[in-house]
């Protein structure tokens, strides 16, 4: 397919493209067989394609019918920003596009869209807190490098299309009662990291297939302590 803004129709799995969720593994990893080797669906992430189908596509969410429903009742009793956010969107738009500077294919399906805000959001389910700050540190310490996905989407929506996104926020959703929500917007120096990370990403994506780098070093390394733990021994007076 021909690089461009497509609905949420087309079969965007097929599509042999990189994308974002792709991308972060290999940065956690360095190792490309670790990317693509496809993660067992745990009951968590049923329940988030089920809910993000449910928010987006209208579809039944078949054994979470009954959350659903009471975000959604939740959405409409507490929470207009988001709910006017989600209701006011362009849902599921798939982007396919080249990197400029290595020419790689790559793919980003963006969950909503709001050109009259020049913003773009993505639904984020959480069996803990919604809080802003706690989930957001939550995102950090785990690894998923929440700012990779930001730059990944703001580079692909506006190297296609006319208008220029310049703004991101996740609608982060609790799944348990209260049924919390919180709508988190990416401060612009987490977007410009956002953008550093995705297209330095790449380049070494890049870099490892030309080299023929799928797993680790197929040598001995030296891994050495990191900062923080030489520092425990300091306090701690062992060195």
Not at 47 to 60: D, K, N
Not at 96 to 101: D, Q
Not at 108 to 137: R, V, Y
Request: hydrophobic share 35%.
């Amino acid at each position: 397919m021909k690089d461009g803004i497509y609905n949420g129709s087309v079969p965007y799995d097929k599509i042999d493209r990189l994308r974002n969720s792709t991308l972060v593994p290999f940065l956690q990893t360095g190792s490309v067989q670790h990317a693509l080797t496809p993660k067992k669906q745990s009951w968590q992430m049923s329940q988030g394609i089920a809910l993000h189908e449910y928010f987006l596509e209208s579809v039944v969410s078949g054994k979470h019918q009954e959350v659903a429903e009471a975000i959604d009742e939740s959405l409409k009793s507490s929470y207009s920003t988001a709910k006017t956010i989600i209701d006011n969107s362009i849902h599921e738009q798939i982007i396919l596009w080249t990197h400029k500077s290595t020419g790689l294919k790559c793919k980003a399906k963006i969950d909503c869209t709001l050109p009259s805000l020049n913003m773009i959001a993505d639904l984020k389910f959480t069996t803990g807190s919604a809080e802003p700050e706690g989930w957001m540190n939550r995102a950090c310490n785990a690894g998923y490098m929440p700012e990779c996905q930001v730059g990944f989407y703001i580079i692909a929506i506006n190297q296609i299309g006319d208008i220029e996104y310049t703004r991101f926020c996740w609608i982060v959703i609790e799944t348990k009662e209260p049924y919390g929500v919180s709508v988190i917007e990416a401060p612009q120096d987490v977007i410009y990291a956002g953008k550093s990370v995705a297209n330095h990403g790449i380049e070494k994506w890049v870099e490892a297939q030309r080299k023929g780098e799928q797993g680790y070093p197929d040598r001995v390394v030296q891994a050495s302590f990191p900062s923080w733990y030489w520092q425990k021994l300091d306090k701690k007076g062992l060195i």
